[in-house]
């Protein structure tokens, strides 16, 4: 599918050299409507306090999905239709390899609350899930 390649070359494209040397990966989040980019966003680096406690298995600052919905919910009251866009998300870690970015248990929440029926993510193969 054309969007899954054009999300995959634009998060390799934008991956930020200085994140090599910090050892980190970057999620994105793309949400296309009818072959149209209406956003794009990146996992929020900032470390939440709770981290500290156990970092296995609590998110790092917001995901990238979350800051895309709340980017687009400006669009208009209702959201942009969301029942006719595609969630593409793609990890891609220091190496530029891609790797799993399934959604987290609470934008599994909200894609379901926002009613976005076409939802792809990333593997550690290098390919793509569909979710749902
Ligand atoms: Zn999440």
Redesign the pocket.
């Known amino acids: 599918m054309k969007i899954l390649e054009r999300s995959l070359e634009i998060a390799r494209a934008a991956y930020p050299s200085t994140y090599k040397e910090k050892k980190e990966s970057l999620h994105w989040s793309f949400i296309w409507k009818k072959g149209k980019l209406l956003s794009l966003s990146t996992n929020d680096k900032r470390t939440h306090p709770l981290n500290s406690y156990n970092s296995k298995y609590i ?1 790092k600052g917001r ?1 990238s ?2 800051n895309g919905f709340i980017k687009l919910r400006y669009i208009s009251p209702d959201g942009p239709q969301w029942h006719l866009c595609t969630l593409v998300n793609v990890r891609i870690d220091r190496e530029r390899r891609v790797c799993n970015s399934r ?2 248990p ?2 599994q929440n909200l894609v379901q609350y926002l009613g976005i029926k076409r939802i792809y993510y990333s593997t550690n193969e290098g390919n793509f899930e569909k979710y749902l």
Do not use: H, I, V
């Open positions: 998110e995901c999905e979350f959604l987290c609470a934008c």
